[in-house]
């Protein structure tokens, strides 16, 4: 289309100088004709030139319209370069999100890869837990039928219950009936024990030493028989009349051990057996407490048994034979060493013994239904620390010795007593305990120092008590003599 715009445009340009040089022809030539021709060429110029014109309009709209055309053209292929830039962009994203999904499709296809290694794997295990259930399904079977067969078992047991039950109960009402024969058994520490053996032992120490820690009236000391009466009673322990040191620490001595050998023969024990009015009390452990400290030995549980069964009969008797002798006892200790003092303190010396003995057998009491049993004991075969200790007659408490295992006084082996026996016999002041299998406190005994001292003193008191017996003939100090004589106990005492 442009070529033959451009094409009609030439035409008219020429036709335009063609008309420009017939004007000029004109101008130079005289003839009428050749103007006359020139008109009418003129006529025809302008027919040309109008046709032209209209030619020229359409060419011209014809361009126009193709100038709009070829606008629109461009502005499409603005449109187009436009789109095609951004299709170009998108190729180059789609090129990124391809190579993306290329990496991506690769990653899933080794992803692919594992899972079909996995579920190769995964079907193997598939088979083995197959094979599993299977065994574990035969497994059950045979649960099953051992169930059934249980079932049945059970089923047959539950036919005997009512039986064993029936029976079960008769045993069991025959049990409790055991159980009301015998008094009930309760654990007690070594350390509520040791407290209890030592609540005893403090009081009467105190006692002791209040009383007999002072001096005695000149006319006491005089009586040379109330003193050979009371030597005879607490022999071996020496009692010298006088008012020195060693004099007063064997009458602390002397009292412990007259008080201390009368609690652990007659309180100190498992069980109260009654005694004759007309029959002497005994001295020393009963066939009863023997038979109950070797059976603690050979079998701890038939000895706790069997004290649980004694120590339930006849509760009320034992309570009143133990306050009984408690009142015998102080009334022994009171008639042999109350004598010394001064009637002023007399009644009350006698009150305190009393009441100490009472607290033996309250004390007691808390200890007899222990399940480890306690017991007492005056006599070893061995005279060792692991038994003895020297006495305490002054007031102030020994140093306790620690056992290197770091036990509370775990010391030795119980003795028994059965056959207590000692080589070289220890002068008892008070007597030891033992806890279960073993010794918890020691007993306490005079040193070969003490004695010396105090036999020394003894002597020498002897041939003074002579001198002044026969300066003092026929004092008021016979009559108390006379009241010494008269004393049960002292008679009893001086015929053993």
Known sequence: ?????????????????????????????????????VLQDNERMKVNVKEREDENTSLVRIITKLRNELDGEIEKAKQAVSQSEEAKAKAGELATEIEGAKKTIAEKDDKLQEDASTITSLQGNVEALGKDVQSRDDIIKKHEEQQANDSARINQLEGSLGSTQAQLEATSNQLNEIRSLSCEVVDGSKEFVLAEIDRIYGYAKAVAIKFLNEDLPEEILANVALFEEIRRIVRPIPFPASNSVPAKKARVAAFLSLLGSRLADQIFLPFYMSTPEDQEPQHGPDSIAIMLSDLSVADPKRELHLRSVLLASFADEQKKIAYDRADDIATEVFEVLGILLNPDIQAQFRHDIGKLCKLAVESWNTLRPLREKVEPFQETQEDSEKYWLPAELDGVAYPKKQQSNGKLNGLALKPSLHSLKSANKVILVWPGFSYG????????????????????????????????????????????????????????????
Request: aromatic share 4%.
């Open 437 to 496: 299998a073993e010794v918890l406190k020691q007993g306490f005994m005079l040193l070969d120092t003490q004695v010396r001292l105090a036999e020394e003193e003894t002597q020498s008191s002897r041939r003074a008590q002579r001198a002044m017996h026969r300066s003092m003939t026929g004092s008021p100090v016979s009559q108390r003599r006379a009241v010494a004589r008269k004393s049960k106990m002292l008679a009893v005492r001086s015929a053993d």
């Open 1 to 37: 289309m442009a070529s033959e715009v451009a094409a009609q445009v030439g035409t008219q340009t020429q036709d335009v100088a063609n008309f420009f040089e017939l004007l000029r022809a004109l101008a130079t030539s005289s003839s009428t004709t050749w103007i006359d021709q």
